[in-house]
């Protein structure tokens, strides 16, 4: 008998014992019921949260092909408990060595609709393939053959349509049918396929496959390295060899502050969010969040948004390649400052803060997931490919569908993206540069409890991730944290954004009232999934955002 037959040996003796002891203190919260399954049969193994976190990310890539994948990055945000060391695994994309500032615009200057949004021009080198292998290679405990084998057997198998995925491939349906590389994997004959229908990917089993088997070369080098870039050259994209060649993933140290007594640890450059929740949470220092009526919470948090968000797009870009003035955006005392302008009784006009004028973008995929083990090594993670399908492109013969994260560079400046965000320099493209990101992989910490979150929805992120710390301040559990009705305000478009459950009409009146514009959408957003650990009784709740799909799991 191998050790891994003696593994799952114990496993099943594991099981008849009872999995809330032998597993006592693990959570898992996910987008997907099978990514969920994924993680807990590593933890079920012997693995540990970051065995967990390989798995799901595989698994996320292949049943949730919309929102993440091999083909995209993401942010890993890791605790190893053995250690007290927080880090956060950068997987972010990188702009090809071809790519250049002004790849966007025509002779005029101007933007050109949709290159940086469909086809194989508007993808970057993708990450995450890169950081699975270094994830279980530095921090986990499996093989990455088996940490990989549930994506390879879904994609192998297939997995069944839910109508979620259904109503993503109508909604991009128009993108997929423009390449039939991609139109034979999500449309059925071209037809939307039916919910329950099983949905195989013989190719990208192939390429997890060859992960599997050969690591970090079985993606960056040799026949799919080949055929990827090949794909890509025949549809008129820019990536070459060399951009595989030189793909790394990079260790940053996470963005850690104080609010009142909490500890939070969050997504460090590339992505914004960690410092953008930095300045707002500094400024919100100021009130006394839990005693304001719900008009006056909405008014400061959309102050406070309005001002770091300005920041973002002023200062925010790749540290590889840009300074940027982290101490001092992070600072208390830099949120004193920016705090002395804000008005209870009236609105700020965000052109008062910086005098550039843009439409709002919709849209916004990506996926998060939280685990912590019983150990309490915990894992937040953000991962996509951008847009919902990305570019829509999946070079033929790989299975792999491209992310078309190049629109999240700024690509004039001043000029909005698909989510609305506008950029500075600090952000615009440059060869092997990493576009800035909103992905907000946290920890929140207080003297009772730890929480695990994070959320897809472009530029929506940050502001999600801060009135889920708001909601932990009060004392909520996970469930209240996932639930919670959002609102957003992003610097530009100058306007509060509601989800269609907004708030009754007297506050919207007081909103008003001061000098806010807002608009309430038809829709809800985000799928927030979170875990929280009780420190004193070392029990675990896991919950799923009710607006997706996700599963949660607990252990105690
Ligand atoms: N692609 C969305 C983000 O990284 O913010």
New binding site residues.
């Given amino acids: 008998m191998n050790s891994w037959n003696l593994k799952i040996l114990s496993f099943a003796v594991i099981l008849m014992i009872g999995t809330s002891k032998a597993f006592a203190g693990a959570g898992i919260a996910t987008a997907h019921s099978l990514a969920t399954e994924a993680g807990i049969s590593m933890l079920q193994m012997g693995g540990n949260a970051f065995d967990a976190a390989v798995a799901i990310s595989s698994t996320l890539a292949v049943v949730e092909p919309g929102s993440s994948g091999m083909g995209g990055g993401g942010f890993w945000l890791l605790y190893d408990a053995a250690k007290r060391q927080s880090i956060m695994l950068d997987g972010r994309e990188k702009a090809p060595l071809q790519a250049s500032r002004d790849m966007y615009l025509d002779d005029k200057g101007d933007v050109i609709a949709n290159l940086s949004i469909d086809g194989p021009l508007s993808a970057g080198i993708p990450g995450q393939p890169a950081a699975l292998v270094w994830l279980a290679e530095n921090y986990g405990s499996l093989p990455l053959s088996v940490l990989l084998e549930p994506s390879i057997n879904a994609a192998q198998r297939g997995f069944a349509v839910s109508n979620g995925v259904q109503s993503k491939i109508k909604w991009r349906k128009d993108q997929l049918k423009n390449y039939p590389s991609t139109a034979e994997i999500f449309l059925n004959g071209g037809n939307i396929p039916e919910v329950g229908e099983l949905l195989v990917q013989e190719d990208l089993a192939n390429v997890l496959q060859a992960l599997a088997e050969r690591g970090h070369d079985g993606f960056y080098s040799g026949p799919v390295a080949e055929t990827l870039v090949k794909g890509v050259q025949e549809a008129g994209g820019i990536w070459t060899i060399e951009d595989f060649n030189q793909y790394e993933v990079a260790v940053r140290v996470p963005v850690t502050f104080t609010y009142r007594n909490m500890k939070i640890t969050a997504a460090a450059l590339p992505?914004s969010g960690g410092i953008v929740l930095a300045e707002a949470l500094n400024i919100l220092e100021y009130y006394d969040i839990t005693k304001l009526d719900e008009a006056d919470l909405i008014h400061v948090v959309v102050e406070a948004a309005r001002r770091a968000y300005r920041d973002r797009a002023e200062y925010l870009g790749d540290p590889d390649f840009v300074s940027v003035p982290v101490d001092m955006l992070v600072s208390k005392n830099y949120a004193s400052g920016l705090n002395q302008s804000i008005r209870m009784d009236s609105a700020t006009k965000s052109d008062d803060l910086a005098p550039i004028t843009v439409t709002t973008g919709e849209g916004?995929n990506?996926t998060h997931f939280s685990v912590i083990d019983s150990n309490n090594n915990m894992v937040a993670a953000t991962l996509?490919i951008?847009y919902l399908f990305g570019s829509g492109f999946i070079p033929p013969n790989t299975g792999v569908l491209l992310n078309n994260?190049m629109d999240?560079f700024s690509l004039r400046p001043g000029s909005p993206n698909i989510?609305g965000l506008v950029g500075s320099d600090a952000n615009s493209i440059e060869a092997g540069k990493r576009?800035?990101?909103?992905?907000t992989p946290t920890f929140i910490e207080d003297d009772q409890r730890i929480a695990i979150l994070g959320a897809p929805g472009?530029?929506r992120?940050i502001t999600m991730v801060l009135l889920g710390i708001l909601e932990f301040e009060k004392g909520a559990d996970a469930n209240s944290i996932v639930s919670r009705p959002r609102f957003h305000h992003q610097y530009l478009p100058d306007v509060i954004q509601f989800e269609k459950n907004a708030p009754n009409a007297d506050v919207l009146s007081a909103l008003e009232s001061r000098g806010h514009q807002f608009k309430i959408l038809d829709r809800t957003w985000g799928n927030m999934q979170t875990v929280i650990f009780e420190k004193s009784s070392g029990t675990v709740s896991a919950a799923s955002d009710p607006r997706g799909q996700g599963t949660s799991w607990q252990a105690n």
Avoid at 435 to 439: A, E, G, H, T, Y
């Fill in positions: 992505s916004g990506t996509s951008n994260e999240d989510y576009m800035l990101s909103s992905m472009g530029s992120i």
